[in-house]
């Protein structure tokens, strides 16, 4: 007799480990596994912005999916989901197609401009290693360029950051303390860079207390770093951000957008019913209606039925989604009562750089400075011990000293 197939889509935090857990859950004999993903690595999707500041090496952020899945018990495609086609229980990739008998959509976020005119085409975006690469060269070329020039665009140094959640404000702390490394580097003066944070809110990092919040502003204000709050974006331009109703332009030789995210545009293409780009998942995260689609991690929106809202979408909560989601399509196979979801919140810690942060963690204890800085680095090989094993973490692991 044929084995079940259970087919993952996906092999970021929720997918992989989703993965990982399936192999343990169940026999070979009991189902063939199958993981597609578009590369042939896994990466570290919360530390991205170290890669895009050039803080850290892409590498550092980034290991073989062969190293970590063993091949005996999991299949690897790699190539690109286009659509899942429900009714032939198929998935469509760039350059086949695949049956399931229990699916797994785990494709992570996308950007979501909100429509800002001139956004989608002017501004980078801190989505996977590429785009993340892309900035960083991007950066460097600005000042490598600047001492070669005859005719200097002083603006050409000015880097903007739109938006000043926790991607934007994590981004511009590394860049606070990348930039006094590249001025060494390419001998130019440190007052001629500008690092400007626009955001429309009056505030930075909602999701933290308001003292922590005024600590991260100050810390990285004190290291040149301009915030623009209150200030809607109303067009991004080749070389600005138009602000305000008074359009002011503000010109910078780097964009970057990192305001908004949304969950993958294959859900909307494969016709699940989406709300904010993402598809609100039962408490077992089966897609509404669907006896045999798990949906996790940033593609789902998983109601905290407490607060009304759901909870938010992170590494933390994708990778507690694959517990569940593991068990429940073991359950599924052997006629077995299902788990809910039930987030365990270990708390939030945010970088202001290699050796700043703020943090809230076990049931809100308050971090700042270098215990949260610390503790950030705690979390991060904590993810890489569980997602990668001990070899990942000996080789990928941060413990540069401070
Ligand atoms: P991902 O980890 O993004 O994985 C999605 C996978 O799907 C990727 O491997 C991707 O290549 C693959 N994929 C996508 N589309 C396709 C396709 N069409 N075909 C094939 N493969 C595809 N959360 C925290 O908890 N703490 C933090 O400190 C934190 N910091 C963050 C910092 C940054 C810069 C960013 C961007 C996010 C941060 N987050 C943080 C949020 C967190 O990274 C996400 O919530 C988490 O990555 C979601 O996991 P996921 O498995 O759903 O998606």
Not at 24 to 40: G, R, S, T
Not at 42 to 48: A, F, M, N, Q
Not at 237 to 258: R, Y
Request: hydrophobic share 40%; net charge negative; with cysteine.
């Amino acid at each position: 007799m044929n084995k079940p197939k259970i087919v993952v889509l996906g092999a970021g935090y929720a997918g992989l480990m989703t993965t990982k857990k399936l192999t343990q859950n169940l026999l070979p004999e009991e189902a063939e596994i199958v993981l597609v993903n578009k590369h042939n690595y896994h990466y570290e999707t919360t530390w991205l912005h170290e890669v895009a500041a050039g803080t850290i090496n892409p590498n550092q952020a980034r290991y073989m999916l062969s190293d970590v899945v063993n091949p005996n018990r999991v299949r690897l495609i790699y190539d690109t989901v286009v659509e899942v086609k429900k009714d032939d229980q198929t998935v469509v990739l760039e350059n086949s197609d695949i049956t399931y008998d229990y699916l797994v959509i785990a494709l992570g976020f996308e950007t979501n401009t909100f429509g800002i005119k001139g956004m989608a085409e002017n501004a980078f975006s801190i989505v996977d290693i590429d785009s993340s690469r892309l900035i960083r060269d991007h950066i460097e070329y600005q000042f490598a360029k600047y001492n070669n020039e005859e005719e200097k665009d002083e603006d050409s140094l000015t880097i903007l950051v739109g938006g000043a959640g926790f991607t934007g404000i994590e981004f511009v702390g590394e860049l606070a303390e990348k930039v006094p490394e590249l001025c060494k580097k390419y001998d130019i003066d440190r007052s001629k860079v500008r690092i400007i944070n626009v955001e429309a809110m009056p505030s930075i990092l909602p999701m933290f207390d308001k003292d922590l919040v005024e600590y991260a502003k100050k810390s990285l204000e004190d290291r040149g770093v301009e915030f623009r709050l209150g200030a809607k974006i109303q067009e991004c331009k080749e070389d600005c951000f138009v602000v305000g109703e008074d359009n002011e332009e503000i010109k910078a030789g780097t964009i970057v957008w990192t305001g908004g995210v949304t969950g993958s545009s294959v859900l909307s293409k494969s016709g699940f019913e989406i709300t904010k780009g993402k598809v609100t998942v039962n408490g077992d995260l089966r897609a509404p209606g669907e006896e045999n689609i798990f949906v996790l991690g940033d593609c789902a929106w998983v109601m905290n039925e407490k607060e009304g809202r759901p909870f938010p979408p992170t590494a933390q909560a994708a990778m507690q989604h694959a517990s569940v989601c593991a068990n429940n399509i073991k359950a599924l196979m052997h006629n077995q009562p299902f788990e809910n979801f039930v987030f365990d919140d270990k708390g939030t810690v945010a970088s202001l750089g290699v050796t700043d942060g703020i943090g809230t963690v076990f049931s809100g204890t308050k971090l700042r400075g270098k215990p949260a800085a610390t503790m950030k680095k705690v979390v991060d090989n904590r993810s890489l011990l569980l997602m990668g094993g001990t070899r990942t973490l000996l080789k990928k692991g941060k413990y540069r000293p401070f």
